[in-house]
């Protein structure tokens, strides 16, 4: 268990797509979005380490439909991720993080932060 989390530690440390995720928010919306989205990021960190060590990798690799059903929800997912940035682009004013509340903008920035961490 020591060796999981050390290991999950150094991996944690390492600059990659969260730290670039983390770094955009912080540098665009300042230190609370940064914030927000570290702390999105971490608890599905830790969300997804727990589940490995409880086995949900062995009940996945066991299971073609239950792995074929969490596969399809990702697909949907990225989907919809797609679907929403062709339409901001479409007509930007109404995705302007301005005109979102900082309520809005830091549940967005931790949601973010949460499936940058998952995927």
Known sequence: MLVLFLLGL???ASPGPDFLLMTKHTLSHGTRMGYATFLGNRTS????????VLGLSVILKESAL?????RMA???????????NMIRR???QS????SLTSMALSTRSRIS?????IC
Do not use: D, E, K, V
């Not at 932060?113 to 961490?117: H, K, R, Y």
């Open 66 to 70: 239950l792995y074929l059903f969490i």
């Open 113 to 117: 932060g949460a499936f940058g961490a």
């Open 74 to 84: 990702g697909a949907a997912y990225l989907i919809y991720l797609g679907c929403n």
């Open 10 to 12: 150094a991996l944690a």
């Open 95 to 98: 995705a302007h993080p301005a």
């Open 90 to 92: 479409i007509s930007p």
């Open 45 to 52: 960190f830790i969300l997804h380490l727990t589940l490995a």
